[in-house]
């Protein structure tokens, strides 16, 4: 008896020093809380909710950040049915963002009857950031019923709903907030109000019953409540085409139009309103009539030209393009480049300004930029020596406009001259030093060049160097992506330079630091995918479910943007490469003493390479290494999770090659039917089918190899050789080419010349630096 | 359509594409820091011309004697056709003007452009000018007198 007396009593000390060490831990004193922590560890070591406590106080006090995790774990271990170890243990995988097992535990802790309703909101956020659909809606209503106040708690279940493919529950949440909350508005909650009704009526046309959301646009508008003027006219004119009431819609798009004359897709949109797309003679009476209305709009006078032809074409052309270049627009070029793709326009284009530009001696400016268009015609059609001297004529009649050196640079660049390129763009440079478009224009050419050290001095300019001698690390922080790249395939160029050079230690730098570029790259996605969090709860708050709507869009497709495509296909051919070369990272340099000159080389090398701080792999080396020994390829699977358009061209091929490398043969297989699917004469499908000819044969069990040739035999059964060249490498373009510098055997390479032969310098110069190293 | 500016930092590249000269970094570090001294001139906010000016300093006297136009130039394109020269020499008169100066001078191989604005002829071997060396070979000095 007094023995459980004893202990209670104990127990209830325990708790009370626990208490206290979580009210320390709260106002952020962790050393102090830490202390009560072992006070109570040192009596009663198995006490769960302390050892859960002390991992999350180490990991927030910076004493011993790498511990942290194995108290938390020890602590849910001993008891995971305790509501506060649960809770700790998802704050703490909250804040190393591991927002699985954060949402498991907040989870568990609820289940363990928690009563603290906000980890409700916290689990929502969890289960939000790692599209847990399924049961967010559970949560977010928990949530919504102990705070029903809050017109944010409402928003956010109706929203979880949505996300689940609830929509008319979606509705009605919103539907029953409004009928609570209409007559107690206050003029802070107007643009919440406005973004909810407008919510309210996308989730009604997104049911697909536009007469009902046409009627409830109506009612919002008819409230006055709505702030989005732009969304209203909008979605009327949205609803009424899709309710085939086009005169109607036609009426709201005149007066879209009446509010931005500049949006060429009105145009178009009142066009289709009016049923005169395959109507000429209406259609151009139409534009006449509309280029009246908006005579300094350009849409009016230009898409007429798109579908007009002969004389007609021809008048119309020539006011427009005349006109232009007599104001001195810059881009007039630009602007009627999408009408190039007909041969004839382009012809008829360049008589009008050739004639033109005999006309106007005594007239600078207008000269100066008719020179710059024809040199851009010349440049357009592939004449780069045509086009090098226009623009000369241009420069030295007027050798202060920025933009003719910057075109003067782009020509030297496609013929393939990358130094003087460069140095053509640095002149332009000197001109306005503060103009940050032709120094990112500068920085990016020296790149191509593959002169990193320039590039890095010219835009060092610009970014923020304090404690470091120059912009590199910024440019990391800043998430300057387009330099990072730039960079990390300039480093992939010089690595194959260096191959091609047999100069393997310059190959190996070169190849690491690619490494290390293309693995920042990923880290800043991971950081956009990572920077929703916040908004889980804040969008609410703020009462803007759309914009939430979007940006839950945006990152799903986050990793298949064009822009990612071209960092994993860049990460996975270094890795590749690193693993066909890896004689580079295996075979032991010997250590021999480095003289001074060199130690300096080495210095500067670091100072330009060096992307974070206290970095002790700056060349990315142990990196490569490790990746070379294990062989798993962890890196690149990780990657392939991340593709959510599994019906996308790119994923067909990424997959495959990292497959390939990894001998997963049938899924190379899939891929392989799956890009026949959807691309039927992509030239990687060649090159897939070569090589899983090529390697069936290897270390195959018997089962794989017979799936795979039955497949193969299947869609390519008689695709012999001449076969393969006619199909998937007919084109004449870079991409065919730097699939065929892959593929060593003769036939192919003859296919590979031609092409060469058909490419422009610039490109026929990418193609060979590649077989450098195949 | 013509406008005329100070040279700032970032803009000193154009004083040599302007005057098809080379000065080094240092002399144009120190054109810029002669402030009102220099100035360019644009057409339709294209730079095109420029003047470039220094106070003309007799070796034994306190007060310059007026100011010296070391440079005047202006694009082919754009010379002698939109009266960007006009501009700019106005420009120099004034600032001559607000230093309290009423003369300002040039040597030149080509007189004649020089006349139509008011200038004549000096005599360079005066004593006012002794071991100036204004005037280099083919070279004679101009001067005009401002009124008041």
């Not at chain 1, 004119?237 to 879209?256: C, G, H, I, P, T």
């Not at chain 1, 990391?476 to 690595?495: N, P």
């Not at chain 1, 007919?730 to 031609?754: C, H, I, P, Y």
Request: glycine share 4%.
């Amino acid at each position: 008896m007094s023995k459980t007396a004893n202990y209670r009593a104990t127990a209830s000390k325990e708790e009370n020093q626990f208490r206290e060490a979580l009210k320390l831990y709260d106002s952020k004193q962790y050393k102090k809380s830490l202390k009560l922590i072992d006070g109570i560890l040192k009596k009663n070591p198995h006490h769960a909710e302390s050892l859960a406590l002390k991992g999350l106080a180490l990991y927030y006090s910076d004493t011993d950040k790498a511990s942290a995790e194995s108290y938390i774990t020890r602590a849910l271990e001993k008891d995971g049915t305790n509501n506060v170890v649960n809770h700790i243990g998802g704050i703490y995988y909250r804040a190393v963002k591991n927002y699985k097992e954060a949402a498991k535990w907040y989870q568990a802790a609820m289940d363990h009857g928690s009563t603290n309703k906000s980890i409700l909101r916290d689990l929502s956020s969890m289960q939000s950031q790692i599209r847990d659909f399924k049961n967010l809606p559970k949560s977010r209503l928990g949530y919504l019923e102990d705070q029903p106040g809050y017109r944010a708690n409402w928003t956010a279940s109706a929203v979880a709903h949505h996300l689940h493919g609830d929509l008319p529950n979606a509705e009605k949440v919103l539907g029953r907030i409004e009928e609570l909350i209409s007559d107690k508005l206050q003029e802070s909650d107007y643009y919440e109000h406005s973004e909810c009704l407008l919510y309210r009526n996308d989730v009604i046309a997104q049911m697909g019953d536009y007469e009902a959301a046409l009627k409830d646009l109506d009612r919002i508008e008819a409230t006055n409540m709505v702030l989005d003027g732009l969304s209203l006219l909008e979605k009327r004119a949205d609803y009424l085409m899709k309710l085939n009431r086009k005169k109607e819609a036609s009426l709201v798009y005149r007066k879209l139009l009446k509010r931005n004359p500049d949006n060429a897709k009105y145009y178009y949109q009142l066009e289709d309103s009016l049923g005169v797309r395959n109507a000429p003679r209406v259609r151009v009476a139409l534009y006449e009539k509309l280029a009246s209305f908006y005579p300094k709009s350009d849409p009016p006078h230009f898409i007429p030209l798109t579908f007009l032809a002969g004389d007609e074409f021809k008048r119309k052309a020539q006011n427009y393009v005349l006109g232009q270049l007599r104001r001195g627009v810059p881009s007039t070029f630009v602007n009627v480049k999408p009408l190039y793709k007909n041969n004839s326009h382009a012809a008829t284009i360049y008589s009008i300004v050739s004639e033109f530009f005999e006309t106007i001696q005594d007239q600078p400016l207008t000269y100066c930029w008719t020179a710059y268009f024809l040199a851009q015609h010349h440049y357009h059609v592939g004449s780069y020596s045509e086009a090098l001297r226009m623009i000369e004529l241009a420069i030295n009649h007027t050798p202060t406009l920025v933009e003719l050196y910057i075109f003067k640079a782009r020509i030297y660049k496609r013929m393939n001259e990358l130094d003087q390129a460069a140095s053509v763009m640095n002149e332009g440079l000197k001109l306005d030093l503060q103009d940050r478009f032709i120094n990112t224009k500068t920085t990016k050419y020296y790149l191509r060049a593959d002169n990193v050290h320039k590039a890095i001095d010219t835009i060092s300019v610009f970014t923020k160097n304090d404690d470091s001698p120059n912009g590199l690390r910024d440019l990391h922080l800043m998430q300057s992506i387009w330099f990072i790249v730039e960079s990390a395939e300039s480093y992939l160029r010089k690595y194959r330079k260096a191959l091609g050079e047999h100069n393997s230690t310059e190959a190996k730098t070169n190849l690491g630091l690619a490494f290390k570029r293309y693995v920042s790259l990923t880290k800043i996605f991971e950081e956009f995918y990572e920077d929703q969090v916040d908004f889980h709860h804040y969008c609410m708050r703020k009462g803007t479910p759309r914009a939430y709507l979007t940006m839950i869009d945006w990152a799903d497709n986050l990793f298949d943007q064009p822009m990612y495509n071209r960092v994993l296909d860049g990460l996975s051919e270094t890795v590749l490469e690193a693993v066909r070369h890896k004689v580079l990272f295996t075979t032991e340099q010997g250590h021999k003493k480095l003289k001074k000159e060199e130690i300096r080389k080495r210095e500067e090398l670091v100072q330009y390479s060096q992307s974070v701080a206290e970095d002790d792999d700056v060349f990315g080396e142990k990196a490569l290494h490790q990746i070379i020994q294990d062989e798993k390829l962890d890196i690149l699977v990780k990657q392939q999770a991340l593709l959510h358009q599994h019906d996308a061209v790119f994923t067909q091929i990424f997959n495959f090659r990292v497959n390939f490398q990894l001998k997963k043969y049938v899924l190379c297989l899939q891929s392989l039917n799956k890009l026949l699917a959807l691309d039927k004469h992509n030239p990687f499908i060649g090159y897939m089918v070569v090589q899983l000819r090529n390697h069936l044969a290897e270390s195959t069990p018997d089962t794989i190899k017979k799936i795979v040739s039955v497949g193969l035999m299947k869609n390519f059964g008689k695709a012999d050789t001449a076969n393969l060249l006619e199909t998937y490498f007919g084109a004449n373009d870079l991409e065919t080419g730097l699939v065929l510098a892959r593929m060593s055997e003769t036939a192919f390479q003859a296919r590979l010349s031609e092409i060469k032969e058909n490419l422009d310098p610039y490109s026929r110069g990418l193609v060979s630096i590649v077989q450098l190293s195949y | 359509m013509i406008s005329l500016d100070d040279l700032t930092a970032n803009n000193l590249g154009l004083i040599n594409v302007i005057a098809y000269a080379s000065y080094s970094d240092q002399e144009l570090e120190e054109i810029r820091d002669s402030g009102e001294l220099a100035q360019y001139a644009y057409y339709n906010e294209v730079p095109v011309g420029l003047v470039i000016c220094k106070p003309l300093h007799p070796v034994n006297s306190k007060s310059p004697a007026g100011l010296l136009i070391d440079k005047l130039c202006v694009l082919p394109a754009y010379s002698g056709k939109y009266g960007l020269e006009d501009r700019l020499l106005e420009y120099v008169e004034n600032v001559t003007r607000k230093r309290h100066l009423d003369k300002v001078y040039v040597a030149t191989a080509d007189p004649s452009q020089w006349q139509k604005f008011g200038f004549l002829h000096e005599d360079a071997s005066q004593e006012l000018y002794r071991s100036l060396n204004l005037v280099r070979e083919g070279q004679q000095l101009l001067r005009k007198v401002l009124d008041n």
